[in-house]
């Protein structure tokens, strides 16, 4: 079925579905950059590719400007076609995918930045353990997109996942309130009444903001942030008291806890991948590995005080 649509397409358009893909992605992304990375190639190798394509039909595509890529008349009549064909083709090469039992080539991982610290020395570890695996790693603080092959697993944390994922729930993370190690508190009943650290509308869906909102006054947020790194940093220059997960806080020594972790502010860690490739040999591997390997940081990401080894 699938194999029958690319066909029909390129009857349609005259075009190969690599080049419909190219022009799809570009499109669907608003950038050349943003289209190269969904189709796992290159800037300069998209932008050769596109303007091969545009000088064979003779036809421009996208008008180039400074915030990204809009489709021409041209380019939107070739996104239209190659957007009627893209789930069945995509369902295609995921299931080609998952009968790849080979435990070598590319995974592609998304993960936040607040997890950078624990998961680095995991896959320095991984990648020991699995030679023939090469993990090509994507910093979002956004979801990426499974489904379109934007990344094959995410590990990240959450309240809930999208129902089209499989995965695992690895732990709970535990977030409390923080500030520099010298802070000293002005007001003995409340820290209501300190300088606070807000969160920036991005992170509005974050338990932690939600908390904020409600238990703040906002004319005691003295400076606000769209990053948890950046409250974190904020935080450890005394600016004002954050709200951060301990798993990120706790092993910084210019930070102190000021609470115990705040149960409305709670969420989890998760490592998902999309049901079609959980099979693939290189994702079966490094999702096994990493599962065991970040729980075995659970008592970090829990806020629990971590047992010292020996």
């Known amino acids: 079925m699938a194999q029958k649509s690319m066909m029909v397409v390129q009857q349609r358009t005259g075009l190969p579905w690599d080049d419909l893909k190219l022009v799809f992605a570009i ?11 969904r189709l796992g190639i290159d800037h300069s190798t998209a932008f050769r ?5 545009e000088a064979r039909l003779g036809v421009r595509l996208f008008d180039r400007a400074r915030d990204g890529y809009a489709a021409t008349p041209a380019g939107e009549a070739i996104i239209r076609e190659a957007a009627r064909f893209d789930g069945v083709v995509e369902a295609l090469e995921r299931k080609l995918a998952g009968e790849d ?5 590319t995974v592609r991982v998304t993960t936040t930045d607040t997890l950078l610290g624990v ?20 910093v979002a ?15 990240r944390p959450a309240a809930e996942v999208p129902e089209n994922l499989t995965g695992r ?47 703040v006054a906002p004319e005691r947020i003295v400076a606000r942030a769209d990053t948890l790194m950046a409250a974190h940093a904020l935080a450890r220059e005394g600016v004002g008291i954050a709200a951060l997960p301990c798993y990120l806080a706790d092993p910084d020594p210019r930070l102190k806890r000021l609470s115990p972790p705040i149960d409305a502010m709670s969420s989890s860690i998760w490592l998902l991948t999309h049901p079609d490739l ?25 806020g629990r005080p971590v047992k010292a080894s020996g």
Request: hydrophobic share 45%; glycine share 8%.
């Open 141 to 155: 603080n956004a979801f990426l997109s499974l489904t379109k092959r934007d990344a094959d697993v995410a590990i």
């Open 49 to 53: 590719r596109l303007g091969a394509l």
């Open 27 to 37: 499109g669907t992304a608003g950038t050349l950059s943003g289209g190269a990375r």
């Open 101 to 105: 039992l080979r435990p070598s080539g």
């Open 278 to 302: 959980k099979r693939v040999a290189r994702i079966r591997a490094f999702l096994d590995f990493i599962a065991t390997a970040l729980t075995a940081h659970r008592r970090a990401f829990e």
């Open 169 to 215: 729930r690895l732990a709970g993370i535990a977030t409390a309130l923080y500030a520099g190690h010298d802070f000293r508190l002005a007001d003995r009943r409340s820290l209501a009444n300190e300088n606070w650290i807000g969160l920036d509308e991005t992170l509005s869906h974050l338990g932690s903001a939600r908390w904020m909102a409600a238990e």
């Open 119 to 138: 998961l680095a020395p995991e896959l320095a570890r991984f990648r020991t353990t699995h030679p023939g695996i090469t993990v090509d790693l994507v």
